[in-house]
């Protein structure tokens, strides 16, 4: 699986960005879909999930509320509608596909294929 990454940018904080993952040589039939984030000195970590299959989706409590992941089967495209945007929502943002489970779902390491990552600047 191949996967693009795109729709990063700066913005003011309350606004709001569209992030957008495309698998170019494979389908995600079969795959959960996930974003991760990094800021600067700090760890990955995850934002969201959706299991390409079924839909289920699954947030960090950090974006609870305020990010919607979603999928379009036609385009093979997952998308991050990313709302009410805050400073600390500063990081590169990065798609990735793989097959955990539930319980491993929101480790990066559950995901061997990974996007090139996106900057998302918010500032104050």
């Known amino acids: 699986v191949q996967l693009q990454a795109s729709g990063g940018g700066l913005v003011q904080a309350g606004g709001s960005l569209r992030l957008s993952c495309v698998a170019t040589?494979?389908?995600?039939?079969?795959?959960?879909i996930a974003w991760f984030r990094q800021a600067p000195g700090k760890e990955r970590e995850f934002v969201a999930s959706?299991?390409?299959?079924?839909?289920?989706?699954y947030y960090a409590d950090s974006v609870k509320g305020r990010f919607t992941i979603s999928r379009d089967n036609a385009k093979n495209t997952l998308y991050l509608q990313m709302n009410s945007l805050k400073p600390e929502d500063t990081a590169v943002y990065y798609c990735?596909?793989?097959?955990?489970?539930?319980?491993?779902?929101?480790?990066?390491?559950?995901?061997?294929?990974w996007g090139q990552g996106t900057q998302v600047t918010v500032s104050s």
């Open positions: 990735a596909a793989g097959r955990p489970i539930t319980s491993t779902t929101t480790d990066a390491r559950s995901y061997p294929y």
């Open positions: 040589a494979r389908p995600f039939s079969g795959y959960t």
């Open positions: 959706v299991r390409w299959s079924g839909g289920t989706t």
